[in-house]
């Protein structure tokens, strides 16, 4: 077997400067890549249902940080998960025009349920990640900073992979205080 592993994480700001008094929002953007998301297939969901594997869950966490040596933690951390469910069903809504489908997945993003119609979508839905962070800008001194982050995600054995655990730290940006 190959690997998998988190794509080039993006940190997106909303400004460069900011005053002491106003919030400071960043969204962290990445991907799971590689044999976990190539696995998460139309076939192995069916084999996967009929072996009573009819569960997937991923377990992911998000980091901000400033500093060098000192590393000072910002936001909140996300320490979450996504789950992802195999079941069976006629239901006439979910209905692919290509063929007479009857395994489906249902994701759980944030305890939300999403259930899509394409295997791409639903490869979306669970390894595609934008996530939210917004803390005062006052929790900085006064000037530049380094703004890094560190992402992981890890989960279980499955009929159709393996055990695993990957990690990304290699992104950083700027941004100045006044």
């Not at 400004?15 to 696995?39: H, M, P």
């Not at 079941?87 to 259930?115: C, S, Y």
């Not at 639903?122 to 005062?136: H, I, P």
């Amino acid at each position: 077997m190959g690997e998998s592993k988190i794509s080039e994480i993006k940190l997106v700001k909303s400004k460069d400067e900011y005053s002491s008094d106003e919030n400071i929002e960043i969204n962290v953007q990445f991907s799971v890549d590689g044999d976990l998301r190539d696995a998460f297939n139309e076939t192995n969901w069916t084999k996967a249902y009929n072996n009573n594997d009819v569960s997937f869950k991923m377990k992911y966490g998000i980091k901000l940080t400033s500093g060098g040596f000192r590393k000072k933690e910002l936001g909140r951390t996300i320490d979450t998960y996504r789950k992802a469910s195999i079941f069976w069903t006629r239901n006439p809504k979910l209905v692919n025009p290509m063929k007479d489908r009857r395994i489906w997945v249902q994701v759980a993003k944030n305890f939300e349920p999403f259930i899509r119609l394409s295997e791409e979508e639903v490869r979306q839905e669970l390894f595609d990640f934008n996530e939210r962070f917004v803390f005062k800008a006052s929790d900085l001194e006064k000037g530049k900073h380094k703004i890094m982050v560190e992402a992981f995600a890890s989960w279980q054995k499955h009929d159709y992979i393996e055990t695993g655990s990957i990690k990304n730290n290699s992104s950083e940006i700027e941004i100045i205080i006044n």
